[in-house]
């Protein structure tokens, strides 16, 4: 009888302790749980409620160690390894996730919870096939489980599949329309593969969304589709928002440092054959050792080409931190006194933001890999020019502009270049005809961009427009898009994959590079004019619709930049009927290529450097960031 009572008791105390903690009151429902575990420490529920205030209250070590107890004494219940996994995921500890999920498994093998969680350790361990059979399991398990749909769908864009992805995406999406995760990933996949259906309903409602404080896209995937630059500042801030809802604790506190030399550190995980990489291999060289110590933090991935090794011999300290966590990289940065620390990433592939978050040095600047706002506060600087960062769009930008002379993109003056021109067979090009091309990836070519390069092929007989081929589905996607505009396959020709040297050098064969819009050529841009092609873009409002009119302005070759659509469609046919004309520019491409500023590695060095020397003083004298010129 007296046990009854104590069940009963117990029972009572237990519905009590979870109605204080469903009102919120959460220091009474722990006290309550807490004198349920002392009166019966066996009890299940009262502590795993506890580990789950404890999680919420910012403590998930101690949650972690009160549902630990709660498994040795009892290893069959699946709920608390499943909260273990997550909680453990959540911290980055993505072995104990996995043997935590195992354990739930072990309990009720086809949960799709547990399989979830599986699948989700072993993808952030890198094990992505084994994570993409553990998200299919969870799928023929609950046939509509969005958040399994959905993680296949990111596991698969990672493997570069975005078909898959594009269907799992939208799977996800019927299953649970209101579900956040998916919605810019889906666009993006979509444009990645020249998938055009619906997009732009879907860009109105993300950046719809955005505008209403909604976290629907990555500010990269953003930069696609977007033509503003306040939403795209907006997308930063709601990103960074639930990326990093608490404030890290500075590793930099505001210690002053005297150091002979200013000390400068590049942080990417693109120091290696990549476009960042093949810009900024020349500079890394060129810059002056004197006034400056110059230190590399390569995060991962790693590699060991050439661009690598070139670029880590340009270094007076070169860090490899691979396998490193945030914080251990931050505390090494402030432990080495670096002065000025320039993000390389900023929201790219790769990008390790929580760096900059903990305030690793006292000046930090973002810089060339990602074309737009970071939208924090921990960013002091972003490196620009007059057309990228024009006046008057000052406050699309949470950091203090510095302008740098003519563009703010520095390139390599050793870039090589095959010598050798492929014929037009060899590349597959029609032996006559003019040739319009664009190499930019196929994320960026957007419908109404397309539109227009449809009509210059009809009112060019005998023209063809080359594109790079990255995948088998974006050339079906728009030779089907060409169809539709009544135009035939064979007026669209692919380029495969080439090395760089050998890339450039087919471009000679072509007449006219073609610029997407809302996203222009970057890297490819200068590619183009160093091997001698020019190239026609049309000026948008943000960066990164901005940067080839920054290019070409620098090139000396400032009639190639249009304002608007139309005008970029009359002066590209103009060139294609005018041989005389377009010989004249290309004549005129070549030349400016050896004494244009936009190819002298030296000059931009030394830009560079002024405009870091100007942040430097500032903060020596305890001046808070301002916009600034740079004088050429």
């Given amino acids: 009888m007296g046990s009854g009572a104590s069940n009963i008791d117990v029972s009572k105390a237990f519905d009590e302790a979870v109605q204080l903690?469903?009102?919120?009151?959460?220091?009474?429902?722990?006290?309550?749980?807490?004198?349920?575990?002392?009166?019966?420490?066996?009890?299940?529920?009262?502590?795993?409620?506890?580990?789950?205030?404890?999680?919420?209250?910012?403590?998930?070590?101690?949650?972690?160690?009160?549902?630990?107890?709660?498994?040795?004494?009892?290893?069959?219940?699946?709920?608390?390894?499943?909260?273990?996994?997550?909680?453990?995921?959540?911290?980055?500890?993505?072995?104990?996730?996995?043997?935590?999920?195992?354990?739930?498994?072990?309990?009720?093998?086809?949960?799709?919870?547990?399989?979830?969680?599986?699948?989700?350790?072993?993808?952030?361990?890198?094990?992505?096939?084994?994570?993409?059979?553990?998200?299919?399991?969870a799928i023929a398990a609950r046939p509509d489980y969005a958040l399994a749909w959905a993680n296949r769908g990111h596991t698969l864009s990672s493997l570069r599949e975005h078909e898959g992805a594009v269907e799992a995406y939208r799977k996800a999406r019927k299953a649970d329309p209101s579900m956040k995760d998916v919605v810019g990933a889906l666009l993006a996949d979509q444009l990645r593969i020249c998938d055009w259906d619906g997009i732009e309903a879907g860009s109105l409602e993300i950046t719809e969304r955005i505008r209403q404080g909604e976290n629907v896209d990555l500010p990269f995937s953003f930069l696609g589709h977007s033509r503003s630059a306040m939403d795209q500042l907006a997308c930063a801030k709601v990103h960074l928002r639930d990326r990093f809802p608490s404030p890290f604790p500075p590793t930099w506190t505001g210690q002053g440092y005297d150091h002979e030399r200013i000390r400068v550190a590049y942080v990417s995980s693109d120091l290696r054959s990549h476009a960042v990489g093949h810009l900024m291999a020349g500079l890394f060289e060129q810059h002056d050792r004197t006034r400056f110590e110059w230190h590399a933090y390569s995060l991962p991935p790693t590699t060991t080409d050439p661009v690598r090794s070139r670029i880590s011999a340009a270094f007076d300290h070169f860090h490899d931190v691979s396998g490193w966590s945030d914080l251990k990289i931050a505390q090494h940065i402030r432990d080495a006194e670096i002065d000025i620390a320039v993000d390389l990433n900023g929201f790219t592939t790769h990008c390790h933001p929580e760096i900059f978050a903990r305030r690793c040095a006292p000046i930090q600047i973002n810089y060339l890999g990602f074309p737009a706002t970071m939208g924090s506060g921990f960013t002091d600087y972003i490196l620009g020019d007059a057309t990228v960062t024009p006046v008057g769009l000052?406050?699309?930008?949470?950091?203090?502009?510095?302008?740098?002379?003519?563009?703010?993109?520095?390139?390599?003056?050793?870039?090589?270049?095959?010598?050798?021109?492929p014929t037009r067979a060899e590349a597959g090009l029609p032996e006559t005809g003019f040739v319009f091309c664009c190499f930019n990836a196929s994320y960026k070519i957007e419908p109404s961009i397309f539109d227009i390069w449809m009509r210059l092929l009809k009112q060019v007989p005998g023209s063809v427009l080359w594109l790079y081929k990255p995948k088998e589905a974006v050339e079906g996607n728009l030779l089907a898009e060409a169809a539709r505009r009544g135009i035939s396959a064979d007026r669209l020709v692919f380029a495969s994959p080439l090395p760089l040297d050998k890339h450039l050098a087919r471009q000679r064969l072509a007449d006219l590079f073609l610029d997407t819009l809302p996203y222009n050529a970057h890297t490819t841009a200068s590619d183009a004019l160093w091997a001698g092609l020019p190239l026609l873009t049309c000026m948008g409002e943000t960066f990164a619709s901005r940067v080839a009119a920054?290019?070409?302005?620098?090139?000396?070759?400032?009639?190639?930049?249009?304002?608007?659509?139309?005008?970029?469609?009359?002066?590209?046919?103009?060139?294609?009927?005018?041989p005389l004309a377009l010989g004249e520019l290309r004549k005129k491409t070549e030349m400016q290529r050896d004494i244009c500023p936009l190819f002298d590695t030296a000059q931009s060095a030394r830009h560079l450097e002024q405009a870091y020397l100007t942040a430097w003083r500032r903060w020596r004298a305890g001046l808070k960031p301002i916009a600034f010129d740079v004088v050429p």
């Fill in 21 to 137: 903690h469903q009102a919120g009151k959460l220091d009474d429902a722990a006290r309550a749980y807490g004198a349920i575990l002392t009166s019966h420490p066996g009890h299940v529920g009262a502590p795993y409620n506890l580990g789950l205030i404890e999680r919420g209250r910012g403590k998930p070590d101690l949650a972690l160690k009160i549902w630990a107890d709660v498994v040795t004494r009892s290893p069959r219940e699946a709920h608390v390894h499943l909260a273990i996994s997550r909680t453990c995921r959540s911290l980055g500890r993505h072995q104990q996730s996995l043997e935590a999920a195992d354990m739930a498994l072990k309990v009720r093998p086809d949960d799709p919870d547990a399989l979830l969680c599986q699948g989700n350790a072993l993808r952030s361990l890198g094990d992505v096939q084994k994570a993409l059979k553990s998200f299919d399991k």
């Fill in 550 to 578: 920054s290019i070409l302005r620098a090139a000396g070759l400032p009639e190639l930049v249009t304002e608007t659509l139309e005008d970029y469609e009359a002066q590209a046919l103009r060139l294609a009927r005018d």
């Fill in 394 to 421: 000052e406050a699309a930008y949470s950091e203090k502009i510095i302008r740098l002379p003519f563009s703010y993109q520095v390139n390599d003056s050793k870039r090589p270049i095959a010598p050798e021109t």
